[in-house]
């Protein structure tokens, strides 16, 4: 079968059962749960922003109503349910039975060629939104219809007072709103796909102009199933709003934003339908973006599935479910299931071999070269050998070459915090630190970067390093694994084990986060690239100070984060281009990060920069820098 990894599930499975098999409720309970807690998730619009890849219209899809129904179908089985207890949580299902119904409508079709029309703005946006409302309204009978239950099972409930928009929608009955909605969406879908758009004079205003307003009429849908009269919320859920134009999409916000409406409404959009201001100053609240007469913390949701706020939670939560996805993906490849082989950690080996006898002696020279160098006494290196020695016992890694790159960064630590003259003077004499040398977890991590970058020693090995590489990003997790899925495959193929080794994943891992690298097309796909470079070599060069001063190292710039807010007014190119970074994963955006008494914003690099760099996945490294640097990488000149 084709490696289920490289394909995305919303792309192959048409099957809900297929679907739910492999969806887990880990990004729920994430990004949806608090908000749903609060009331805020379906009594006002709600935009859910992220990445190509995060898992919108997979957490979509959930809501529909067929999808609700089969989940319960197989309820009482391990598998869905977690799944189960947060929907409910969600307040998609309730007391066992679908509380909502979810129509999903993708905005990649021929939305935006509305846009072209030789039509007056008002009458362009009225021809999109009927439109939208046809379809959603179809899509709605229709994930009925897939569940079994006849049109003539199902009706709504009106909103007091809308006789007549009522009639206009095609009255109460299913088969009435089905008519209906058929009728509006071919006359405007016949102007839509007319080579040669109608005259303003001869659209049909019983037709495609016609008041056909289905969100303003309908509060609750009453769907007989079986024995049950189900009273469900209706859900309108638009996909893919960043394909339409910046002005279109701003009337479609404004329509969607009203108070009246009793339809839910989600709208799922990449980041790169906002504006620059929008994304960089996510936190904070510009007065001068609202509409008039709206106030979007207050009748508004955003939902960032991006990493931020409490990110240690986020990467735990990240990692739980690409580890449960991955295993059922796993279970899906025959090849592995014969041999019962259900984990794809246990594919990963996290055991690393020794490096090669001539890069140990090397090392060992180099240790020996410090001693001597800094009047290192022998009873001092006893000393620091030994705390080695205490901290490596129990981590799995205790190896000859680890000790010496531990000990090399004690070394630098130690010449640090002694005084200079008394460490150059008092020649074969043993001076005290100012502060006790320990050989903690920072000297440790940044022994492993050490030697990754000096003697090959490989770093990216795990399934926690694999997960932590996917950004917190669905489809990017799965083009990593999938090439470590597809050599393990070859490997069981050729009657050899299917563990790879850590020197095999790290070399794996690199090669295809350069190729992801390579294959960006986005716009200014060329200054992110140029941007992460910089960062990047920069990093490489405090990550392999001697002392380790950070640890693991640097993998981020942060900028003071008053001077950061302003770079959409004072830097506009360079806020569009970490715009375009952040919504395609190349830059992880991180506000509020409070260090030495002040706040930052670092611009974290992405997982496929970080595995080509050769950069720690421990957070929090960064190096102090300017607007003005980030523009001196891009050679811009300075404004």
Known sequence: MVNPFEKRATEYLRDDEAFLAVVTPEPLATFFQKHAEQGKLYDRLTTIVGTPGSGKTTLARLFQYSTLRTLLRNGGQDLYDDLIDTLGTCGAIHEGIPAVIGGRVPLEAEYREFWEFPYPEELKSALMIALLQART?????????TSGVRLDNVEITARPDTEAALTAIGGTSGQGLLARAREIELAIYNISAALVPPDLNDIDHDGAAAAYRPFDVIEAFKVKDGNRVLALK???????????????????????????????RWVLTRLDALSPSDVLLEESEDPQSDDPGLKKSRETTTIWMQSGGDRANQRRAFRKMAKGMANRYLAQMEIFRRKGLRDLGNLLAVQVDPIALSKQDKLIDQVDALQRRYNITFERRAMLEEEIANALRDSGEDCQEMRLAMLAILIHRYVNRVPQHGLFEDEGQDVEPSRPLVADDKVFEGAKIHLMHRQDRPYFYGIDLLCDAGSENAEQFLQLASRLVAQSETQVIRSKSPSLAAAKQHSLLRERAAEMIREWDFPHHQQVRKLCHGIAIACIKKS??????????????????????????????LARILKFGIAYNAFVLVPNHGTKKKLWVLIELGGAPLLHHRLTFKRGGFLERRTSDLVRILGEAQK
């Open 544 to 573: 392999l100070e001697g002392n380790a001063s950070l640890g693991g190292g640097a993998n981020a710039f942060g900028i003071p984060q008053d001077e950061f807010f302003e770079i959409p007014r004072t830097h506009p190119e």
């Open 137 to 145: 309204v179809l899509a709605w009978l229709r994930n009925v219809q």
């Open 234 to 264: 209706p859900l309108a859920i638009f996909d893919d709003a960043h394909s339409l134009h910046p002005a279109q999409f701003s009337s479609f916000h404004r329509w969607l934003s009203r108070r009246e409406m009793r339809v839910s």
